[in-house]
């Protein structure tokens, strides 16, 4: 667990403009609302039992993560798969694998979250999706932790650490830094821990400053509004 492998992330962290909110959990396993979604009608039809049947990929994946963040995630893995067999893009298509991965995971069913979340890993790579890139190394990464395999973990937190620098999601890469020092704790490698949690520390100094800089900002548009 070298500091040289990852030493590009502090570097892109500088250039860092804006955090991504993360929702749905750790995970930042959230609904992000396509345009086509939002803009377009949901197109149903009646079917045998006489209950609509939504067709758009789009609305499917909005009523999975309403189920999952419901903790229904029995129903939102049939549902995620009832969407993966329709159209999409393939940054869609990694998101929904997440989720499904997210799905297995919280009901313990860590085989399965392995499965669906190298799936989504791979198909992100392949479309350039760095944020569900980095979705899919973290709940990888829970997931070996789970099955006590430390070295697989580690590795996939500092790979979710490094996409989702580059995706510009700070409050994610902060996270993902803060697991992969608790794995490094117990670790040899103390070298490799202190880089780590010198990097975490400097991310939470970053997201404060964000913070006040967004409030005096807020403060003096209003004040000029007054």
């Known amino acids: 667990m070298s500091p040289e492998k990852f030493k590009g992330l502090k570097i892109g962290l500088t250039i860092v403009d804006s955090a991504v909110a993360t929702a749905c959990g750790l995970l930042g396993m959230r609904s992000r609302t ?35 963040k419901a903790g229904k995630n029995h129903d939102a893995i049939r549902v995620f798969e009832e969407a993966m067999a329709l159209d999409g893009d ?3 298509t990694a998101q929904i694998l997440n989720f499904t991965a997210n799905n297995f995971y919280c009901l313990g069913d860590y085989a399965q979250a392995q499965i669906k979340g190298i799936a989504a890993l791979e198909t992100a790579r392949r479309c350039g ?3 569900e890139e980095g979705a899919a190394h973290f709940i990888l990464g829970e997931t070996a932790l789970k099955v006590g395999e430390l070295d697989v973990a ?4 500092q790979g979710s650490a490094d996409q989702f620098s580059q ?9 993902s830094l803060d697991r992969l020092v608790q794995i490094l704790g117990n670790h040899p490698d103390l070298e490799s821990e202190e880089f780590y ?8 100094q970053t997201e404060r400053e964000r913070s ?4 005096h900002q807020r403060s003096g548009t209003e004040a000029s509004e007054s």
């Open 154 to 157: 580690a590795d996939h937190f």
């Open 90 to 92: 393939a940054t869609e």
């Open 129 to 131: 999706a760095t944020q």
């Open 197 to 204: 949690r010198r990097l975490a520390l400097e991310m939470r």
């Open 34 to 68: 396509r345009g086509e979604a939002t803009s377009a009608a949901m197109s149903t039809k009646l079917g045998d039992n006489a209950r609509p049947v939504v067709q758009h990929r789009g609305r499917l994946v909005q009523a999975g993560a309403a189920l999952q």
């Open 212 to 215: 006040t800089t967004g409030k």
């Open 167 to 175: 995706s510009g999601n700070l409050k994610a890469t902060r996270q």
